[in-house]
């Protein structure tokens, strides 16, 4: 399970928020990516070091783009849809979607930042799920 992975990536191997999204949902979803191609999701931790969007987020983001995404997005009528429902859900549960207002309301010194990807990961994983179930069934 996506969740599963997301614990791990981000315990065991020391990753930020985006990039353990990124490895965790090559692994889960099989998207192929590389080592090269998963660096790219680095910069996008802690709010792309600002404290913006959160990299759980961007990472998610980029999942979604990955799956759903023919060619390129101007040719991708259900990418806009998916990308909003992704960030508006998160943002019901959570209340923001930057990283500055995450960590003040759900960092801790434990865990750090890993139940706030574990919740982008849950509303990921139904996301993708549902969606793939949708197009095996057309």
Do not use: Q, W
Not at 13 to 23: I, V
Not at 63 to 85: C, G, Q, T, Y
Not at 97 to 115: A, F, G, P, Q, T
Request: proline share 1%; with cysteine.
């Amino acid at each position: 399970m996506l969740i599963e992975k997301i614990e791990e990536y981000y315990k065991e191997h020391d990753l930020n928020c985006a990039e353990t999204m990124l490895y965790a949902a090559n692994d889960e979803y099989k998207l192929g990516l590389d080592k090269n191609a998963l660096k790219m999701a680095a910069g996008f931790g802690a709010g792309m070091y600002i404290g913006t969007v959160c990299g759980a987020l961007s990472g998610g983001i980029m999942v979604i783009s990955r799956l759903f995404v023919n060619d390129r997005a101007h040719i991708s009528p259900d990418l806009k849809e998916l990308v909003e429902e992704f960030l508006r859900r998160y943002c019901n549960k959570m209340g923001d979607i930057n990283c500055s207002y995450l960590k003040e309301h759900h960092h801790n010194k434990e865990v750090r930042c890993l139940n706030v990807i574990k919740e982008a990961g849950i509303i990921l994983d139904d996301i993708v799920k549902r969606e793939l179930n949708s197009s095996k069934n057309k």
